[in-house]
């Protein structure tokens, strides 16, 4: 534990420098090393192949410092991680009311895939759990998508063809959400249009760099720390932080927010994002995934940094840290 505050302000604001953040990213990456436990995704052969043994962190501070340990570069599929992300798009594009009308926030407790919808309006729950997302992505357009995500990422992102061929292959129960969508009235496009999307975007490529990146956008009020440039407003930035506090880990979201305290969502292919609002944006990558559906060690070192740092959002300002459990 410390007492110092993790944040990239330069020095003549705080006493801080960059040393002590990257001696904690290091340091909270060997222990999750040490982990064993979870299951790689394996509902398609790509991701099967992952390995197991790569472990990433990167940390993006809101003055635009970046900070990396272990396997912060290798690339995986963004998969679910993207949500949030498309999910400012269009929010930004249409304006929240909008949304609001066919995606709903209200977490729903419930896996990924579930089929939850509202009983009355049959609007997916939220734009965290498949239902929502696949509604969110049939309201922008596939460039929409790329650009926006190439923007909160400071840098053009690819499509991993393989892994997009295969989700087109098997991703069926996707496309019965969708239909579902299209009859409560809530589809924004036909739903091979949707899914597709859908798919397209969950096939991006990424590192760890690259999500913390986007997630210190969000922590920037919608700014992109590395290249200055404004993706979404505060406003957009800050409803999107929030419903990914309620919603970003699937069915573990409430333990995630009561025990981490930080807006954060997962996916499937290991990644996990974390925001500090005002702060920074962290990634995490490692591929095994625990019952949830949520990176093991990802887990273990977004864990450790809030309760070593004192990042709970719902802290004491005066009692920061927490005693180890
Ligand atoms: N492409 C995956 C699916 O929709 C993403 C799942 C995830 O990361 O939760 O099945």
């Not at 930004?92 to 909008?98: A, D, Q, R, T, V």
């Not at 760099?209 to 969000?218: G, I, R």
């Not at 450790?304 to 459990?325: D, I, M, N």
Request: net charge negative.
């Amino acid at each position: 534990m410390t007492d110092e505050k993790l944040s990239d302000e330069p020095q003549g604001k705080t006493d801080l420098k960059g040393e002590p953040i990257l001696e904690a990213l290091r340091e909270v990456l060997a222990e999750a090393r040490e982990l064993d436990g979870g299951e790689v995704a394996s509902y398609i052969p790509q991701l099967s192949s992952a390995d197991p043994s790569q472990v990433g962190l990167a940390l993006v501070g809101v003055y635009g410092r970046t900070f990396e340990a272990g396997d912060s570069r290798v690339p995986f599929t963004i998969q679910s991680v993207s949500k949030p992300f498309v999910y400012a798009l269009a929010l930004e594009k249409l304006g929240i009311e909008s949304v609001m009308e066919r995606v709903g926030v209200e977490p729903s407790g419930e896996p990924f895939n579930a089929i939850s919808l509202d009983a009355d309006s049959g609007r997916p729950m939220n734009p965290m759990i498949n239902a929502g997302a696949i509604v969110v992505a049939s309201l922008v357009s596939d460039d929409e998508i790329l650009e926006g995500l190439g923007a909160f990422a400071g840098h053009p992102l690819e499509v991993d063809d393989a892994v997009l061929q295969s989700e087109l292959e098997t991703g069926h129960r996707n496309r019965a959400l969708a239909h579902l969508a299209l009859a409560a009235g809530v589809l924004g496009s036909t739903v091979d249009e949707a899914t597709e999307r859908y798919f397209r975007q969950c096939s991006l490529i990424v590192t760890a760099l690259d999500v913390a990146t986007m997630a210190a956008t969000l922590a920037n009020a919608g700014r992109n720390p590395l290249t200055d440039e404004q993706v979404v407003s505060e406003t957009v930035a800050r409803w999107t932080c929030a419903v990914m506090a309620s919603c970003g880990m699937y069915d573990a979201s409430g333990d995630w927010l009561a025990r981490v305290g930080l807006p954060a969502k997962s996916g499937v292919g290991g990644g996990i994002v974390a925001v500090d609002p005002g702060v920074f944006g962290v990634g995490t990558f490692s591929a095994p995934l625990d019952a949830q559906g949520n990176s093991v060690r990802g887990r273990a070192m977004l864990t450790s940094l809030s309760r070593s740092y004192g990042l709970h959002a719902f802290a004491h300002p005066t009692v920061k840290f927490q005693p180890p459990e």
